[in-house]
């Protein structure tokens, strides 16, 4: 081999060492961003008392929208079927009250940063309304499955045990 088939050698082993970062590092800044973006969902149970509202709520936490892909809401461990309006109207017959209500449904993005009453009462009083927070403490559980506009996370949020 003569000099210009070695400049050749080393001059396409540099190129191909080059390649190789390249990708790694296109790699690990595409992972490193679609992390930066991430949605996160807490469910909290709040309670106020007087004019504030009381009830079960959402928020993003996270730096990026996330996509509801699916709801699952249980009565006392008995399923009952996704967090929407119909779900609502078989439930809400059997309550004292009904407290007003925000349906989630698939496809709809939850913004960053948002923060929203799923089920709520606004007045609470525990002389009246103490079967509410039960309801939403031990009895009725929401749970949200979601990902970012990514895709294939499959996250999920549930409310926290009391």
């Not at 809400?92 to 939850?110: E, K, N, Q, V």
Request: net charge negative; glycine share 10%.
């Amino acid at each position: 081999m003569d000099g210009n088939g070695i400049i050749s050698l080393s001059a396409t082993a540099v190129a191909m060492g080059s390649l190789g970062v390249s990708w790694i590092q296109a790699r690990t800044v595409r992972t490193h961003n679609r992390k930066s973006v991430r949605p996160h969902l807490q469910m909290r149970q709040v309670k106020n008392y007087g004019d504030r509202t009381t009830g079960l709520q959402v928020i993003n936490v996270g730096l990026g929208p996330a996509l509801i892909t699916g709801t699952a809401v249980t009565l006392d461990g008995r399923p009952i079927g996704q967090w929407n309006k119909e779900t609502y109207e078989t439930l809400a017959p059997d309550w004292p009250a009904a407290p007003s209500m925000y349906a989630l449904f698939d496809g709809i993005a939850f913004p960053q940063g948002a923060c929203q009453y799923l089920i709520h009462l606004d007045e609470y009083d525990d002389a009246t309304h103490a079967w509410f927070w039960e309801l939403i403490c031990r009895r009725l559980s929401i749970v949200i499955d979601y990902e970012s506009f990514y895709g294939g996370e499959n996250l999920r949020a549930s409310p926290p045990p009391i």
